[in-house]
């Protein structure tokens, strides 16, 4: 049984009830989320709001994607990416993955190859407010690195 949720969604998402979706089966042995949220600094800068757009379809089909190469990978139960749009405030909530498996070594290597390709593939544009200003962020070198070493590892 494969069950695939991907939303781009502008509301919170809620961990608990996210989770409970996808421990459902009694086959699964392992669980593993990933929860990124706004903070308040990057790249040595104060940062105070996070604004992030996306293309409506594109980038579904990019996180779709993205889940398929990681099924290829490791036996998979429940992968779930939620993935929030609009402005969000320091500490809120920003991207939700959560995967099951029988085992821990594939959910766990599932959902940082998830993350990693998240970061560096889909298509979100980040704009970062810094107080008075607001600057427009390109995908980090150590994002990029860690999504090439998963490519060098196929």
């Known amino acids: ?19 409970a979706r996808i421990a459902t089966d009694n086959s699964d042995g392992a669980i593993v989320t990933f929860v990124g949220k706004v ?20 980038t579904e089909a990019v996180l779709k994607q993205i889940t398929t190469q990681a099924r290829e990978r490791w036996p998979l139960n429940f992968v779930t990416i939620i993935h929030r ?25 599932a959902c940082e190859f998830l993350i990693d390709f998240l970061k560096t593939k889909a298509p979100f544009w980040k704009l970062e407010g810094t107080g008075d200003d607001k600057r427009w962020v390109d995908a ?8 090439k070493a998963w490519e060098e590892d196929a």
């Open 1 to 19: 049984m494969m069950q695939d949720r991907i939303v781009v969604q502008q509301p919170d998402f809620d961990v608990p009830a996210e989770y």
């Open 39 to 58: 903070r308040d600094f990057n790249d040595g800068s104060a940062v105070t709001d996070l604004t992030l757009e996306h293309y409506p379809g594109m």
């Open 85 to 109: 749009v609009g402005t969000m405030s320091l500490g809120e909530q920003i991207v939700f993955i959560g995967v099951s498996s029988a085992h821990r070594k594939a959910a766990f290597a």
């Open 140 to 147: 980090r070198d150590a994002d990029e690195q860690a999504a």
